[in-house]
């Protein structure tokens, strides 16, 4: 008996970890069919598509994914590009004050959120925009937290690239702007995308900041943090699902794309 | 292989050169008082000229720093001189940018595009100068250098070898008026790299480009280049055939970064037009005059270790030459084709003698008298103020 367990402790070990990381998703999908009794009810009442079928059945959760999605997508659009270009700015170029810049890029991601949010509410407020918060604020805020992940990735993607590479396009009749498009470019593309993908992440998730400088806009986070008071509607778990399937297709569609150009080399 | 018209088509228009030199107008490559200082007051090259024919090949060899790397980043427009020109095929390029010129250059470390295959990779000069007929060039090219079977891998893929393969593939088939090499050879195992070398010797042959390589590995530069321009300091010591440069060597630098030599310092006696004769520790030699390359009253007289027969005590070594007595055995190394001994003069130094294991003479043991002896046509004479040292140690790390 402990000559079987000792053989078998590493694969126990890992199917604990991995249970211990799975089960409040596989909670998520289950409930995302669950059919409650009442509406304040945490358990599995019973099997239905109900909240499948109708996911906005509560409008203002819906409305409130639907802002999350745009100030989403807006954020990680304007972050990204600036992001992107500030990188490069501060991986190709130099001028006075670069070496301080590349270390205060990191200050909003050491600051803690709250310290950031409730800063940034002083300063709308200060600036005689109270009463403007709401969408564009929030969007301010977020495109402000997405930047320096994005600068950080894109940097460390930029100087892990070979200069050569350039001089030998270079070398090879490209203009400039040839160079750019057709070397460096794609050679970067792989951390842009990724630095996207986690600016989207941090600005659908975020709580804190979006709270403090929302006015009366509702976010989908803000939205399930009011709804749970009072019974939250097993379409946010319907929700949470879909957004777990979206990552995982993203994963996958990398996974195999990479497979099959492997299996075309050999 | 004539420049075709693409060749020349290399997106900028070329401006007209009526200042083109002699050495421009027969479509070579010419530097003409080359200089780089960079801005912490470091000259890597000083007031460098160079003529390279159309269709050669010439080496750049000399250790790090001494600027052949330059020169040659100077020429592929990766560098800009501070000043001289840059003369090519008639061409004054010196103010052309990198993509402007027609020159290509297989890379250190092949700088291949990691994310483009390997067919994308040599098409690419072509696709940015739009010419015709890709698919059939970068094939026969890929032919060429035995390759065709790997065009849809990464470079990842490919190993050492083959990756520079594809570099000089990629140089190639733009067909430049002067392909640059930067030590593309330092990266690969001892037989890989001369099989290599008898490969680019022979694709050099095969289309006849004018090629610029850039060396410190001096075997490399005698085995493919029909020209060597030994470079240190940033200046070119001696520009020459590999056999000239090793046979008559004008510098200490020279003799000891090519090759070994014997440095012994000697007094001049007389001079004639053929001869001239020195007083070496007492025993008079003869240097030919030709090869004498100092006008001071001394000179270090120089003979190249395999060059001095080694024999016992008295014996008839070789009748015309310059014999010297009194030396003592001090060290011995068997090396199979040959036998390295070091020989302690009378007036203390030790000189290098490499003798062939031909068979016809014995062994020598550490201790035992022996007597020296060379061909006095094989001896050079150099200005005694340069320093006996230099280049010993560059030359023999590799």
Redesign the interface.
């Given at each position: 008996m402990t000559a079987w367990l000792r053989e078998r402790m590493v694969l126990l070990l890992g199917l604990g970890v991995l249970a211990y990381t799975f089960v409040p998703i596989a909670v998520v999908v289950l409930m995302s069919f669950n059919e409650p009794a009442a509406r304040n009810v945490y358990s599995f009442d019973g099997f239905t598509l109900h909240n499948w079928a109708n996911i906005c059945e509560d409008a203002a959760m819906c409305e409130a994914l639907g802002l999350s999605l745009r100030i989403g997508f807006l954020a990680t659009l304007v972050a990204t590009v600036l992001g992107t270009l500030a990188g490069f700015a501060l991986v190709r170029h130099d001028f006075a004050g670069r070496s301080s810049a590349n270390l205060l890029i990191f200050l909003p991601m050491a600051a803690p959120e709250i310290v950031l949010g409730s800063s940034l509410l002083t300063l709308f407020v200060a600036a005689g925009a109270s009463g403007l918060l709401g969408f564009w604020t929030i969007l301010i805020a977020h495109i402000m937290f997405c930047l320096s992940f994005v600068v950080v990735t894109v940097r460390s993607r930029l100087a892990g690239l070979?200069d050569?590479?350039e001089?030998?396009?270079?070398?090879?009749?490209?203009?400039?702007a040839?160079?750019f498009w057709?070397?460096t470019f794609?050679?970067v593309l792989p951390g842009i995308l990724g630095a996207a993908l986690l600016s989207f992440s941090l600005s659908f998730d975020d709580f804190i900041i979006t709270n403090l400088n929302s006015g009366n806009e509702t976010t989908f986070p803000m939205y399930v943090w009011g709804a749970y008071r009072v019974g939250v509607p097993m379409q946010v778990n319907v929700i949470g699902t879909i957004m777990l399937l979206f990552s995982l297709a993203v994963v996958v569609t990398g996974e195999l794309v990479s497979r099959r150009?492997r299996r075309?080399?050999v | 292989m004539p420049p075709s018209a693409d060749t020349a088509a290399t997106g900028a228009p070329a401006p007209a050169a009526p200042d083109a030199g002699p050495g421009g107008s027969d479509g070579g490559l010419r530097l003409s008082s080359l200089t780089k200082r960079y801005a912490n007051g470091f000259t890597a090259v000083h007031d460098l000229d160079l003529d390279v024919p159309r269709g050669s090949f010439i080496a750049l060899l000399g250790p790090s720093g001494c600027g052949k790397t330059t020169t040659l980043r100077m020429v592929a427009g990766l560098e800009v001189p501070t000043s001289g020109r840059i003369t090519l095929a008639g061409q004054d390029i010196t103010d052309r940018r990198a993509h402007q010129r027609p020159v290509n250059t297989v890379f250190q470390n092949y700088a291949l595009f990691p994310h483009l295959d390997i067919y994308e990779n040599v098409a690419f000069g072509l696709r940015r100068r739009k010419v015709r007929d890709v698919e059939s060039k970068v094939r026969a090219m890929l032919e060429l250098v035995e390759l065709d079977s790997q065009a849809r891998k990464r470079p990842a893929q490919l190993s050492g070898g083959q990756q520079q393969r594809v570099a000089l593939a990629r140089a190639l088939i733009n067909e430049p008026e002067v392909l640059l090499l930067d030590e593309p050879l330092g990266a690969l195992d001892l037989k890989l790299r001369r099989s290599m070398q008898i490969e680019i010797k022979r694709i050099q042959v095969e289309v006849g480009l004018t090629f610029m390589h850039v060396t410190h590995d001096q075997e490399e530069a005698m085995t493919m280049a029909d020209t060597v321009a030994v470079m240190n300091g940033g200046v070119i010591e001696q520009l020459g055939a590999p056999a000239e440069l090793y046979e008559n060597p004008r510098s200490t630098f020279v003799a000891n970064f090519l090759g070994q030599s014997n440095l012994i310092e000697g007094r001049v006696l007389s001079r004639s037009a053929d001869v001239t004769t020195l007083d070496m520790h007492g025993i008079t030699v003869s240097v030919p005059t030709a090869r004498t390359h100092t006008d001071g009253d001394r000179g270090w007289i120089g003979i190249r270790p395999e060059k001095v027969l080694i024999g016992e005590e008295g014996a008839d070594l070789d009748a015309p030459g310059n014999t010297v007595p009194g030396g003592v055995v001090s060290d011995v190394s068997f090396v199979g084709v040959s036998t390295q001994y070091l020989v302690r003069m009378p007036w203390g130094q030790e000189l290098q003698v490499f003798s062939q294991n031909t068979g016809r003479t014995r062994m020598f043991t550490v201790g035992e008298k022996v007597e020296l002896s060379w061909r006095p046509e094989y001896a050079f004479c150099l200005d005694i103020n340069q320093d006996a040292a230099a280049g010993v140690d560059d030359g023999e790390t590799r």
């Open positions: 070979d050569t590479l001089q030998a396009a270079a070398d090879l009749y490209a203009t400039p040839q160079t057709r070397v794609p050679l150009r075309a080399l | -």
